[in-house]
């Protein structure tokens, strides 16, 4: 059973950094990538970063480059994939899901797994 969990949301003043976790069990990460999403109320559930470690490949939004990076930690017992977020705005305020599947760079609709999500919220 695939179970991905978040945690290391809050908030933040514009500026600041906050760093995001996800805790993967239950998947091989030799055939699935890693990434980030997030969901503002009334749009639509975004792409902000991904992570294949088949091949080495990361993927960010245009928005978030320079300023996140994605990681990922295959040595402990549970499988993890972090966000640092540097240099924070305002516009990244939303619902920050860690997800799983073939293609994690494009449509949400791609993605197999889900967490539950993460409120990040950054005051200017």
């Known amino acids: 059973q695939v179970q991905l969990v978040e945690s290391g949301g809050g908030s933040a003043v514009a500026g600041g950094s906050l760093t995001l976790s996800c805790a993967a069990s239950?998947?091989?990460?030799?055939?699935?990538?890693m990434g980030w999403f997030r969901q503002d109320p009334g749009k639509e559930r975004e792409g902000v970063a991904a992570?294949?470690?088949?091949?080495?490949?990361?993927?960010?939004a245009d928005s978030v480059k320079g300023r996140f990076t994605i990681s990922q930690d295959k040595d402990n017992d549970k499988n993890s994939v972090f966000l640092q977020m540097n240099n924070v705005k305002p516009e990244d305020t939303a619902m920050y899901y860690c997800?799983?599947?073939?293609?994690?760079?494009?449509?949400?609709?791609?993605?197999?797994?889900w967490g539950q999500g993460t409120q990040v919220t950054v005051s200017s």
């Open positions: 997800a799983a599947g073939f293609t994690c760079h494009g449509s949400p609709a791609a993605i197999d797994y």
């Open positions: 992570i294949y470690t088949a091949g080495g490949r990361i993927y960010y």
């Open positions: 239950g998947i091989s990460y030799s055939r699935y990538c």
